[in-house]
């Protein structure tokens, strides 16, 4: 719990300091070309007893706050899939763009970010994860936040010794939550997530239950991919980690989910974002499946912004995370700046 805070307080810092550079005119060609932000969750916050999923989740005012903001700073926002034309087209001194990506398809994207995203005229991606549209899997960090509100100890139990986690306290619920996602962010993770669902099921939890009340069906993608400043991306079908799977299994996720949203939408469709978006899936083999799928662009969640070598690296494009922890116009702007990720190296 205090590693994390001080964390949250390094990061404050660094944001406050890059704010204040930008308003200095410093380190001006770190904005580049543009950015791709990315976000989760959009909805009226309501706090739990751990929210230990806040930083997927940003309020409907802070989203219109920031695309005021961006506005305000003469960006232009453009579709995702218009950003390979846009890097080969676009230089130093011009207008910069900006595209917004949500990941995983909460039914709270078109019920808070929609009417935000309208008032503006600002078109978004959306990446669907057909398991968690299809109610075939679930979604372990909202299984876990479950358990940890609503339980004072679990058992995690898979033919071997059980793991006992005491979650009477705050902090004992934090520590669960991070070895547990530490756990599943590993070889194994499938394993994990059974053993996590077990629990959940033990306890009263039906974790398919959390999926169906956040996640939309295929119908309702369906619906909504009619509207005029949607467009889908494909997000595999477990949301597990590429770099842990065999190359078929790799293959299988990215063709099946792309597949998925061409079956909904009746398009196929041109980007891909990595779950997780680190190094856990973003290998030398798993871009090369969404090439041989027949994508165009594949997003990570590599902090950056995007500049004319970005065109060099189109299956691995940097996105920019609105984060629940950060949710300050000024941030938004020292994010844009690309300062921060300049200071970090």
């Not at 380190?27 to 806040?54: E, K, Q, Y």
């Not at 230089?91 to 595209?99: D, L, T």
């Not at 009263?204 to 889908?232: C, N, Q, Y």
Request: charged fraction near 25%; charge should be neutral; glycine fraction near 8%.
């Amino acid at each position: 719990m205090l590693r994390e805070l001080a964390r949250r307080g390094v990061i404050t810092a660094g944001l406050e300091a890059s704010h204040l550079l930008r308003r200095a005119g410093a380190m001006a060609s770190a904005r580049g070309l543009g950015a791709i932000f990315t976000l989760h969750h959009v909805r009226p916050f309501v706090p739990t007893l751990t929210n230990v999923n806040d930083h997927l989740e940003v309020t409907p005012q802070f989203l219109d706050a920031a695309i005021r903001q961006l506005k305000a700073e003469g960006y232009r926002f453009v579709h995702l899939e218009d950003v390979p034309a846009l890097l080969q087209s676009s230089g130093p001194g011009q207008q910069p763009f900006a595209a917004f990506t949500l990941d995983d398809g909460y039914r709270n994207n078109r019920d808070h970010a929609l009417p935000v995203f309208e008032r503006h005229g600002v078109p978004f991606t959306v990446f669907v994860c057909r398991g968690f549209s299809e109610r075939t899997h679930t979604i372990w960090w909202e299984t876990a936040s479950a358990i940890l509100d609503r339980l004072r100890g679990v058992d995690l139990k898979d033919g071997g010794e059980p793991v006992h986690y005491d979650l009477r306290t705050r902090a004992e619920k934090r520590a669960a939550f991070d070895h547990i996602a530490e756990a599943i962010c590993a070889h194994g993770e499938e394993a994990m997530i059974e053993k996590l669902d077990r629990a959940a099921a033990a306890a009263g939890i039906d974790p398919k239950a959390i999926v169906e009340d956040l996640v939309m069906s295929g119908e309702e993608l369906a619906a909504f991919a009619r509207h005029p400043l949607v467009t889908f991306g494909a997000h595999t079908v477990s949301h597990r980690s590429l770099g842990f799977l065999d190359p078929a299994t790799v293959s299988d996720e990215v063709r099946r989910s792309a597949d998925y949203v061409e079956e909904i939408t009746g398009r196929r469709p041109l980007a891909f974002a990595y779950p997780y978006g680190d190094r856990r899936s973003v290998t030398d083999a798993s871009v090369r499946a969404v090439e041989d799928a027949g994508l165009r662009l594949a997003v990570t969640t590599s902090p950056g912004t995007l500049s004319t070598q970005s065109a060099e690296r189109l299956f691995r494009l940097p996105r920019i995370s609105l984060n629940g922890f950060y949710q300050k116009k000024r941030y938004v702007s020292a994010l844009a700046s690309g300062i921060p990720f300049r200071l970090k190296g």
